[in-house]
């Protein structure tokens, strides 16, 4: 295998773990335990490790290395604000430019989440509701938004992963999904736009509100736990194993 497709390898694995909160923010990350988990060298395991500082997703502490970055609530107010901005302007020009394949594509994909409600299969509908946001920003035809567009989801689905899996808020999200794409079905490009910011206003807002709240859980979770790191963050986690099994982050 070429050290290109290890670093991808490792890159999209180490992410997949940060995304899907198997390591925390807070957790320090140290080259050699990564390389043994992901049964490689460690020259791939730095690569990714510098491209996921690029994302964000990750920080350099001075003389210690790495640790998965945690974020302040001022930080993902930010985060959301230009979420906002990019997905209002890729829901206006899909209603404009989404190809036909595509309308199919999210058609088939609402018609899962809502089969899927009826038995509470919350990872399952979790992956597909963000596969919604994705399909749109691509369909937008608006590559440099996409690209943006996708950098920003891998830092919030951090979040969105704890707040949905530990509420019932994909209720909410879902019709809110079904009144957007029926608008980009139309062709309402002003619809679209404004249906857009007020499902993401409202996901920001409820967000907000459990972070605001000092005995949430979410609030805890997402500023991170000091002092753990990898061995700790993935005990009882079999890596080999999880390299077959999990698929790479979107």
């Known amino acids: 295998m070429l050290k290109a497709s290890l670093t991808d390898k490792a890159h999209q694995q180490i992410k997949e773990w940060i995304v899907r909160y198997h390591l925390k923010p807070g957790a320090r990350l140290h080259v050699s335990d990564l390389a043994h988990a992901l049964q490689m060298s460690q020259t ?49 020009q899909a209603a404009r430019r989404m190809p036909p394949a595509d309308r199919k594509r999210v058609a088939g994909l609402l018609a899962e989440v809502g089969r899927l409600m009826k038995n509470g299969n919350k990872q399952r509908m979790l992956a597909l509701e963000q596969d919604f946001h994705v399909i749109i920003l691509e369909a937008s035809g608006n590559k440099p938004l996409a690209d943006m567009g996708r950098a920003i989801l891998d830092r919030i689905w951090i979040i969105q992963n704890i707040n949905l899996l530990t509420t019932d808020h994909l209720a909410d999200a879902h019709p809110q999904h ?30 907000l509100s459990r972070l605001r709240s000092g005995d949430d859980i979410l609030l805890k979770l997402m500023m991170g736990f000091p002092a753990t790191d990898f061995n700790n963050e993935t005990s009882g986690v079999k890596p080999a194993a999880s390299l077959r099994r999990r698929r790479p982050s979107r």
Do not use: C, W
Request: no cysteine; hydrophobic share 45%; proline share 3%.
């Open 44 to 92: 791939p395991v730095r690569e990714a490790l510098s491209m996921l500082e690029k994302e964000h997703l990750i920080e350099r502490e001075p003389q210690k290395g790495f640790r998965v970055s945690a974020l302040s609530l001022q930080g993902v107010e930010d985060l959301y604000d230009l979420r906002i901005a990019l997905e209002v302007l890729a829901a206006r």
């Open 178 to 207: 079904l009144k957007v794409f029926e608008a980009i079905s139309n062709g309402d490009s002003q619809k679209a736009a404004t249906l857009m910011s007020r499902h993401l206003t409202f996901a920001k807002e409820f967000v």
